[in-house]
């Protein structure tokens, strides 16, 4: 079984600090992905990453795929309250199924 | 254009009972997956089907069983309910079956309810 550990499991901060999120694993995976989901929705993908080592930016947002492709990091700067939800990580490996990791729960205060 | 559609969106029932499920892909999407996601935690791969076949299943014991129809439409059949059932089930679509960096496309889940 390929299990991905998210931490924190929670993470409540005030609007404008920055904050990074962890995706771990003991497993390689061939691609990681990020989504984000919100209550009574079904997650929605925020980005891929596949070579060891990449850097992908999405506006405020900074992903990072680890050397190894084992891990991977969500560095948010100067969070707003629109980016409060449960972020998840899944790696693909092989197949076009995902492992999706236990999540993050962001709430950010205004 | 509608994105991928599920029905119902809440459905309650009662231990040994079946249930099934219903999930739309986007228009010219041919690969639907389902995920079971448990309150708490990350989704759980059950099935995935491309061009009406079976590509992958997921830990889940034979009470579980999905098809996909020739318009690519999915649905996923639960039956002998147990009250561990209780979860919400996402359907996610894509154009291929790709090696797991393919984009997927989920909807807005079935919130089932196992009383």
């Known amino acids: 079984t390929q299990l991905l550990e998210q931490s924190p499991q929670f993470l409540s901060i005030q609007e404008g600090e920055n904050l990074t999120v962890y995706c771990n694993s003991s497993s390689v995976f061939s691609s990681l992905q990020w989504y984000r989901q919100e209550p009574g929705e079904g997650p929605v993908l925020l980005v891929t990453v596949v070579t060891g080592g990449e850097v992908k930016k999405l506006k405020r947002l900074t992903f990072q795929f680890g050397d190894a492709r084992k891990d991977s990091s969500l560095h948010i700067t100067a969070a707003q309250p629109g980016d409060t939800g449960l972020y998840l990580c899944a790696g693909g490996a092989g197949a076009n199924n995902l492992f999706f990791g236990t999540g993050t729960r962001l709430t950010v205060i205004p | 254009d509608a994105g991928v559609t599920q029905s119902p969106t809440h459905l309650i029932k009662t231990r040994g009972q079946q249930v099934t499920l219903r999930c739309s892909p986007i228009?010219?999407?041919?690969?639907v997956s389902w995920y079971q996601q448990v309150l708490g935690q990350g989704p759980q791969f059950i099935f995935q089907?491309?061009?009406?076949?079976?590509?992958g299943r997921g830990n889940f014991p034979d009470r579980f069983s999905a098809r996909q129809f020739p318009n690519y439409s999915s649905e996923l059949n639960v039956n002998a309910l147990l009250l561990g059932d209780s979860a919400l089930y996402l359907c996610a679509s894509s154009f291929q079956a790709g090696r797991g960096s393919e984009k997927l496309f989920f909807g807005s889940g079935t919130q089932l309810s196992v009383l």
């Open positions: 089907y491309y061009e009406k076949e079976e590509r």
């Open positions: 228009s010219g999407h041919k690969s």
